[in-house]
DNA sequence: CTCATTTATTAGGCATGCCTAACAACATAG
DNA sequence: CTATGTTGTTAGGCATGCCTAATAAATGAG
């Protein structure tokens, strides 16, 4: 009944992270998101539904319980991982996403609980995601995308939603990080940038950027 | 031309191995040691030498300079992977080969030079054995089996060549690993055990155990 | 409502790596 | 020298995961 291999892991891991944002997770976003072929994650998902680790209905992929159990401990592995990257070894919070990506599909539990406890247990990823713990249990903190802060109104980033390595870097230049406290000043109309204030500086911010930093 | 998959970095890292202790390496030998078929191996080897990694005479396998270079690389890597797992993760010495062995294919050349420097570049693993540097450069010290020291002979312990973890927990309840003294008190005759003093206590120990052993 | 685009699936392949069964080649003991 | 066991290879399969091309189904703009 358990079969799971790497490419399962990656493909559960996926479609938890895709269903966070919108819900219903399609196959054609599952496959950019993979930057797989659509054929290819068709005949995948059929696979997971044998499987009973996803539901497949018109309205879209849905994990199901098994799934969700077996995403949260490869998210809990590549989360911790990313720790390890960053407050071990000197990584930088932008070189870490690929790397942690390979790794989680090669750690042992044992592993995992050692890296958890040499890291005094992190309760997030240095992006600010929080991780789940040994029994998958994950606390979500409230947040709203800084993107629907009105101008005047301040916040506390919470966590980034963003892989891509360039983008993370362009933010940690600005300071843009988990912990760090950001004010809108200013919100253009007709969907244009936001002028924020970080300890200090002020930058202008796409709505689109805006709206994956998380803030509290 | 290149095209490197894990497997093929697991063959040739075995292939590596076994060259160090007996010279013509046989697809059974191989087979036994990867735990695979022999015409799985036998299949493999082909492949290996078309890609001029190996070269497969009458007298066994012996990897080309390219086969060396990269099962060298593979063996830095799994042999930092070793000190990172004891020395910043709390593994035991003998917890550490088959989680290593799985991490070696997982790791970027970023996170072995990260690993290398945060460990302050060792020289070898948690067993003795070199680790090859940056540049494949591998420094062997001379050193012999402590199954061939004679009565009353003593030297100090380089490496245990030796990957099972029973056999290492063993080891390590009589304090023989690398940097220790051992003395030799007495070796039975007709291949029997050596009585050795190793801290203070007396322990007899098979042949095949002693000559795993290398000490200078 | 209809035509065009987007989205999903089927069909047919291919590469990688593993397996068992059968056979060939060789060594060597009797 | 022959029978036997060891070693290696061929032949034929299978599972996993990926691909492209073609087709079907759904959506939505005019
Ligand atoms: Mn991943
Ligand atoms: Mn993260
Ligand atoms: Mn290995
Ligand atoms: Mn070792």
Redesign the interface.
């Known amino acids: 009944m358990e079969a799971d291999t790497p490419r399962i892991e990656e493909y559960l891991e996926s479609i938890y992270k895709l269903q966070q944002e919108k819900h219903p997770v399609s196959t054609s976003r599952l496959a950019e998101h993979l930057k797989l072929s659509p054929p290819s994650v068709s005949e995948m998902i059929r696979k997971l539904a044998g499987k009973d680790l996803i539901s497949h209905s018109e309205k879209g992929i849905c994990l199901t319980e098994h799934g969700k159990t077996i995403a949260k401990k490869v998210i809990r592995r590549h989360r911790l991982s990313e720790r390890l990257?960053t407050d071990?070894?000197?990584?930088k919070w932008d070189?870490v996403h690929e790397?942690a990506c390979?790794?989680e599909?090669?750690i042992?539990p044992?592993?995992e609980e050692?890296?958890s406890?040499?890291l005094g247990n992190p309760k997030t990823c240095p992006h600010g995601h929080p991780i789940p713990d040994k029994d998958g249990v994950l606390i979500t903190e409230k947040v709203r995308p800084l993107s629907e802060l009105k101008a005047a109104q301040k916040g506390i980033i919470v966590s980034v939603f963003e892989e891509d390595p360039k983008m993370l870097q362009y933010l940690a230049t600005l300071g843009l990080m988990p912990d760090v406290c950001v004010r809108v000043e200013e919100v253009a109309p007709f969907g244009g940038p936001l002028i924020v204030c970080v300890s200090g500086s002020r930058y202008a911010l796409g709505r689109e950027v805006a709206s994956k930093i998380k803030v509290k």
Do not use: K, P, T, W
Request: net charge negative.
């Open positions: 990257l071990i070894l000197g990584f070189e790397e390979r790794l599909h090669a042992s044992e592993m050692r890296i406890e040499s």
